[in-house]
């Protein structure tokens, strides 16, 4: 009996892993610089690592929690995907700037981490 609930629990969090690589409908369109782009990458680079030492073992973190910080790991995954493949196209074209489209998750995402950014620069000084 535990067996098959291990299975459906697997099965269930590999759909949901599929769902949440895919990016939904563009809501909005960010244009970006290429020091811009270079300094979101590095955001989402500093926040992922963050959330990988969270999955250490023996920091108590309940199945719930677990979910919830997987998907936002898939939506910076995402975002981190669409700013270098856009850098990547910029530097190749030579242009200054490009245009990302972003859904509604990650339109959330890029201004959380903008806000953490914000936070940790005024408690600095």
């Known amino acids: 009996m535990e067996r098959n609930i291990t299975g459906a629990l697997k099965y269930t969090i590999r759909c949901l892993e599929k769902e949440w690589l895919r990016s939904g409908e563009t809501k909005f369109t960010e244009e970006a610089d290429i020091n811009d782009m270079e300094h979101i990458i590095s955001l989402i680079c500093a926040k992922a690592e963050e959330n990988r030492d969270i999955f250490l073992p023996g920091n108590g973190v309940d199945f719930k929690e677990t979910l919830s910080i997987s ?25 200054k700037c490009a245009y990302i489209k972003l859904d509604k998750e990650e339109i959330k995402m890029l201004c959380r981490l903008k806000d ?4 940790k620069l005024l408690i600095g000084k």
């Not at 910076?76 to 669409?82: F, H, I, N, T, V």
């Not at 953490?116 to 936070?119: K, Y």
């Open 71 to 95: 998907h936002m790991n898939h939506i910076l995954l995402r975002l981190g995907r669409k700013y270098s493949k856009a850098l990547k196209n910029a530097r190749k074209k030579e242009k």
């Open 116 to 119: 953490l950014e914000r936070r």
